[in-house]
């Protein structure tokens, strides 16, 4: 059985930036499909990114260009860094994993974390 656990949450202020971090335990990422979502008050959820086995990685339109995935295979641990922060990125953001590729930030995760609060304030 597949654990997960982000850290690397905070406050942050406009323009700024955080990394999170997803750490793995009982089974290698190396094997998974792994990626992030987030998901804000009252809005449903938001697949942001994704790190295909293949190496093919997806982002959504929202968050192009300002966010990078990444894995560690020797932390067995998940990386989301996250620059240009804007107040639309406030949410609780979770990591995932899957055992297929898929291709897509639009799907429902295997295996979930319990999530990491972001909150950007101008």
């Known amino acids: 059985q597949l654990t997960l656990v982000e850290s690397g949450g905070g406050s942050v202020q406009v323009g700024g930036s955080l990394r999170l971090s997803c750490v793995a335990s009982g089974r290698q990422l190396s094997n998974l499909a792994v990626g992030w979502y987030r998901q804000a008050p009252g809005s449903f959820q938001e697949g942001i990114a994704a790190d295909d086995r293949d190496g093919t990685t997806t982002y959504a339109d929202s968050v192009k260009g300002r966010f990078t995935i990444s894995r560690d295979s020797g932390r067995n641990t998940i990386y989301l860094e996250m620059t240009n922060l804007q107040p639309t990125d406030t949410a609780v953001y979770y990591c995932?994993?899957?055992?297929?590729?898929?291709?897509?930030?639009?799907?429902?995760?295997?295996?979930r974390g319990q999530g990491t609060q972001v909150t950007v304030s101008a």
């Open positions: 995932g994993a899957d055992p297929y590729d898929l291709g897509s930030v639009v799907r429902s995760w295997t295996y």
